[in-house]
């Protein structure tokens, strides 16, 4: 017999060797008890919660170890029952005993996810009876990080479900907080796009990134690369803006000695480069129409030949394609081939514009300055996020990225202010940021506005008139009036 409630000595916790007719385990044939092992024993109130359960509970224990991932038993009250060695290893111990729920260690939320206005893929595993598969930002051993989270329903003797086992996947590819890769994000829409790259990476399929111009979309598909089993192998970017025919085959393609003049020596292509790994088409709604039959070509036979050779050669790469263009639309106008189109968007992901995710501008912020050579060790001030957060920002990070890097040289002292931003960012809307709660006079909010404005054009007083739409002397008599002039 090896359950341990036979040994009474043991001075810790309230395990069942200090109370061994109570131990759930007595008549099991356990051997390491792995409550023991864990420091958690199954205690009367815990058999008292999951009641008859408690029996199996080994079992479960046994079975959560067949996944190589952290894993967990969880049960319809959202207490964690068992965890396996991965999660153990991952995250720590949880004390079990104390009946900790899922959202209390990974959220540290009070209340169950779908309470907390996110996803729980526990309530949807109840509800459908069916696995489920949500992308979660969750605290972790190093901080804030992307999770992926598959739950499935284990049923009881009835057929009713009973249980879940939930299989934890940290995400490397990107980052939740500032420190971490160079992806960062953690809003409702950047998690939606993280979402979509999960799915797609470990597959073979095309991947079309849409967004605007300085979404991340090469960031994004360096990370379908690196979540890919191609993950070794290279990622080869190709911009397709302003090829021109005999450029995108040799560059594409390679070519042979000799085969034009210049070639003094044969070239691998892009193609070759890229094989095993991936091949990202930048901006693939710039290939001339002329083109875009040689690349449809490429991806159907998946053979090409070097510029100067007869020998056909095997390419294989995945591709992963972007565009800021509609591509649906050029199809329409003729302008992209729809066979091209149909075999570039087997899967499409939208990335979002940076408006459309500005609950990621503060930890972005923070990001981008630590990579800065001069962002380093400085900060935006409360009134210079707000400013931007009030921007539209039609360049999108990569114009966030530009605002921080002046705005680093301006300033002197580590926070960065709002005059260090540039007055088309912060002007207009920006400068109507107002002190907080607080409900100013008209007279009043004419004079912060005013004295931040000149403090923005730096004492400019005709840019900052022409700003404003009034004469010089109107402002002069305004500056006055406040104690500003
Ligand atoms: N989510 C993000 N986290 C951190 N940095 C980002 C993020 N998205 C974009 N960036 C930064 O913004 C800049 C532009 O990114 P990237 O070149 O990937 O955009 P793009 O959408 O490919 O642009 P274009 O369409 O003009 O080629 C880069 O400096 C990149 O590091």
Redesign the pocket.
């Known amino acids: 017999m090896g359950y341990h409630g036979a040994m009474s000595d043991d001075p810790r916790g309230p395990c069942a060797r200090n109370a061994p007719d109570q131990c759930i385990l007595r008549d099991a044939e356990v051997d390491p008890c792995p409550y023991y092992a864990q420091g958690d024993c199954v205690l009367p109130e815990q058999v008292a919660r999951v009641g008859a359960t408690a029996r199996w509970l080994p079992d479960a224990q046994a079975m959560l170890e067949a996944f190589e991932e952290p894993a967990i038993l969880i049960g319809l009250d959202y207490v964690i029952l068992a965890a396996n060695r991965a999660y153990r290893r991952l995250y720590g111990d949880i004390p079990l005993r104390e009946g900790v729920r899922c959202f209390e260690v990974s959220h540290h939320y009070q209340v169950p996810c779908d309470q907390a206005g996110e996803a729980c893929p526990l309530r949807a595993s109840l509800n459908t009876r069916r696995r489920q598969r949500v992308l979660h930002v969750h605290h972790g051993p190093h901080g804030q990080e992307h999770v992926d989270v598959e739950t499935w329903p284990v049923p009881g003797a009835e057929g009713d479900t009973r249980f879940f086992i939930e299989v934890l996947r940290p995400l490397p590819v ?1 980052s939740a907080q500032a420190n971490g890769s ?4 953690r809003s409702r829409a ?1 998690n939606r796009m993280l979402g979509l790259v999960t799915r797609a990476a470990p597959s073979d399929v095309s991947v079309l990134l849409q ?10 598909a360096r990370a379908v690369h690196n979540a890919s089993l191609r993950h070794e192998a290279p990622f080869v970017p190709v911009d397709c803006s302003g090829l021109t025919e005999t450029l995108f085959e040799s560059e594409l393609f390679g070519h042979e000695k000799g085969s034009f003049t210049g070639a003094v020596s044969s070239r691998i292509g892009l193609v070759e480069a890229a094989a095993g790994g991936t091949l990202f088409l ?2 693939v709604g710039d290939i001339p129409l002329s083109l875009q039959v040689k690349l449809l070509r490429l991806l159907e036979t998946r053979s090409f030949r070097r510029v100067g050779s007869v020998e056909p050669r095997r390419a294989d790469f995945r591709l992963v394609a ?1 565009t ?1 263009r509609d591509l649906r639309r050029m199809v329409e106008q003729g302008q992209f081939r729809e066979d091209l189109y149909y075999r570039i968007s087997t899967f499409p992901i939208n ?1 979002p514009p940076l408006r459309d995710r500005l609950d ?1 501008l503060q930890i ?1 912020c923070e ?2 300055l630590r990579r800065l050579e001069y962002g380093q060790g400085r900060q935006l001030s409360e009134e210079a996020l707000a400013g931007l957060q009030a921007y539209d920002f039609p360049g ?3 114009e ?2 530009n605002v921080l890097e002046r705005a680093s040289l301006l300033a002197d002292g580590p926070e960065i202010l709002v005059e260090h931003l540039p007055p088309e960012v912060v002007g207009q809307k920006g400068l109507a940021v107002l002190p907080e709660d607080e409900l100013l006079t008209l007279e009043e909010a004419e004079a912060h506005y005013l004295g931040r404005a000149l403090a923005l054009h730096q004492g400019d007083r005709a840019s900052l008139a022409q700003m404003l739409g009034v004469s010089e002397r109107t402002l002069y008599r305004k500056l006055r009036r406040h104690g500003l002039g």
């Open positions: 990107a160079e992806l960062t994000g950047f967004g605007e111009t300085g979404t991340g979309k090469e960031l994004i930048d901006e972007a800021h990335v990621d972005l990001a981008i999108n990070v990569r966030l990225r």
